[in-house]
């Protein structure tokens, strides 16, 4: 009977103690310490789409993701300590790959997998060497993952013997048309750059940093279609030179349009967002007014005119 009841005790420190090396070596999730590097890359093209390394601090993303996306996810499993009789699971959520018939590859051949293994199946156990372990993971995105936003999606997790998640792979995920507004707006934010070093207008330069700050704003709200629009109002290929005020008037004209685009989206899609872009309008309202007094000592038609149009905006707003 002493016997038993000493067995059955060095089973219970045997198992905490295992619990306790795993919950000793977890780290932040996501951040290097059992994953510590991975690729992304299409599954039928082999075109390389995340590269993420840890340890060398890489982390770039060379094409987007999408929903419905077919990906082949390379990765290392670094292993801190080994506790034998201890089974580590790997899961992921992504449906099934179209170009290929299994989940699962295992490119490190001498790591020790459980012997129920089967690479066909949405998750994989091993047993816990200390070592490294390498696999390539296939499936593909779910197709409604990221409509209005960008989605942060968990593409495969670590599980510890007790169900905790140890660590986990994320890609972003990104509509169509959100791809093409992240595209627009780097292709803007370089052309802001350039207005800068040349010592473009001090006005000018704000006005088109503002806008760009705004359709941040609308596409991180989901109103990414608004985004757009306010992109494409700054068509400018050049900035007036410090003091030069007629060719701020046109750029300040496709701004304040686009601002009234998305006030009158808001106004569709909800009341709170329109209380948003109400004080977002009013902001612009006051900033037009300091045009206003400084194109009165240049230009009185364009003071008019800029004029007009704060008048027409203070009356959609109710100033």
Same mark, same amino acid.
């Given at each position: ?136 993971? =296939? ?13 942060? =999606? ?82 400018? $290929? ?55 007094? $400084?194109?009165?000592?240049?230009? $009185? ?19």
């Amino acid at each position: 009977m002493k016997t038993k009841v000493l067995t059955i005790c060095l089973i219970l420190i045997l198992t905490i103690a295992c619990v306790e090396l795993i919950a000793s070596a977890q780290g932040a999730v996501g951040e290097g310490d059992w994953f510590t590097d991975y690729t992304v890359e299409n599954a039928g093209t082999g075109e390389l789409m995340v590269e993420v390394n840890f340890a060398s601090d890489v982390n770039r993303t060379v094409a987007p993701i999408f929903g419905s996306s077919d990906l082949a996810v390379t990765f290392t499993v670094s292993i801190p300590a080994s506790s034998p009789n201890t089974l580590l699971k790997l899961k992921t959520a992504m449906i099934h790959s179209d170009t290929q018939d299994v989940y699962w590859k295992l490119v490190t051949q001498d790591y020790q997998l459980n012997t129920n293994y089967n690479p066909n199946s949405l998750e994989v156990t091993f047993f816990q060497a200390k070592g490294n372990l390498t696999m390539t993971l =296939y499936g593909k995105v779910p197709p409604n993952v990221a409509k209005d936003i960008p989605v942060s =999606y968990i593409v495969v997790t670590l599980y510890s013997p007790a169900g905790e998640t140890l660590d986990q792979i994320r890609v972003t995920v990104v509509s169509a048309e959100t791809s093409n507004y992240q595209q627009l707006l780097a292709e803007k934010q370089e052309t802001l750059k350039s207005f800068k070093d040349s010592g473009a207008d001090a006005g000018f330069v704000e006005l088109y940093e503002n806008v760009l700050n705004e359709s941040v704003v609308q596409a991180n709200l989901g109103n990414v279609e608004s985004a757009i629009g306010m992109l494409n109002s700054l068509d400018t $290929r050049s900035a007036p030179s410090s003091g030069t005020l007629e060719g701020l008037f046109l750029p300040v004209v496709g701004v304040l349009i686009a601002l009234v685009a998305v006030f009158g989206v808001m106004f569709l899609r909800g009341r709170g967002k329109l209380q948003y872009v109400t004080m977002v309008l009013e902001d612009q309202i006051r900033d037009l007014e300091g045009l206003t007094l $400084r194109a009165q000592r240049v230009d $009185r038609t364009i003071s008019t005119s800029l004029e007009s149009v704060k008048d027409r905006l203070k009356n959609i707003v109710g100033m």
